[in-house]
Every structure is written in C-alpha cells, then in structure tokens.
C-alpha cells in the first residue's frame, strides 16, 4: 500500500510561518492531483490547497494568497508553506494524493469551487497545527 506521512505541524503564534511536508512511502509514484485538506475541531474537512501532475495549483479561500503548494517529484513530496497565520489556521492538516488520474480535477475544483475529496485515494494521518493570539 501507499502510505503518506504529514510532518512540520507546531504551534506558532499569530503572524508566523509554518511549512508542512507530505512523503509518500513509494518513491517515483505517479500522483496525478495531490493536496492539504484541514479539520479543525468540531468543523469539517475542508480542502485547502491542490496541485496537478502538469503543476497547476489550487488554492481555497481561507489560503488563497498565503499559503503556497508545491511538490518535490523525486522525493515524493508535496509542500504547504503558510504565511501570516491566524488561529483561524488552527486545525489538523491532511495530505491526499490521487492516482487514478481522474479527468480533470482542476477544472472540477474551479467549477465547484473548492477541493473535492471524492477525488483523492490515499490519506495521511495528519499533522497538528495550532496557532495562538
């Protein structure tokens, strides 16, 4: 099986900056679409950020213009720099990769207007992010 592993998770105080990391067990795995989703508690899961095998990202509201995705493809990495974090941003963050390569998912995350989990087949298990006043 494939197995993601979330790390980089801490607590900041308001205003700073975290960079989380996702690793993937299998190297030179082909991911289609891989993203960050959040659950902060007693919310839902929520996307946050998505990048595609071509390098098109995504950004949600909440992280549009704060955070940045990026990936590592010889490493089996995929980034989440956040910037000017509020506690708002509190919250346990999840990486997700796809494989399958389903048609679109970009243009399926714009049209609806957020990240759709539906999309994703592997799960971490989660990094703690919690930012305080």
């Known amino acids: 099986q494939v197995q993601l592993v979330e790390s980089g998770g801490a607590s900041v105080q308001s205003g700073g900056s975290l960079t989380l990391s996702c690793t993937a067990s299998?190297?030179?795995?082909?991911?289609?679409?891989l993203a960050w989703f959040r659950q902060g508690p007693g919310k839902e899961r929520v996307g946050v950020a998505a990048i595609d095998s071509g390098g098109e990202v995504y950004y949600s509201g909440s992280g549009r213009g704060r955070f940045t995705i990026a990936q590592d493809g010889a490493k089996n990495t995929v980034y989440l720099r956040m910037n000017n974090l509020s506690p708002e941003d509190t919250a346990k963050y999840y990486c997700a990769a796809d494989d399958v390569g389903r048609s679109g998912c970009m243009s399926t995350f714009r049209a609806l207007g957020s990240i759709q989990a539906f999309y994703f087949d592997y799960w971490g298990q989660g990094t703690q992010v919690t930012v305080s006043p």
């Open positions: 299998t190297y030179n795995y082909n991911f289609y679409c």
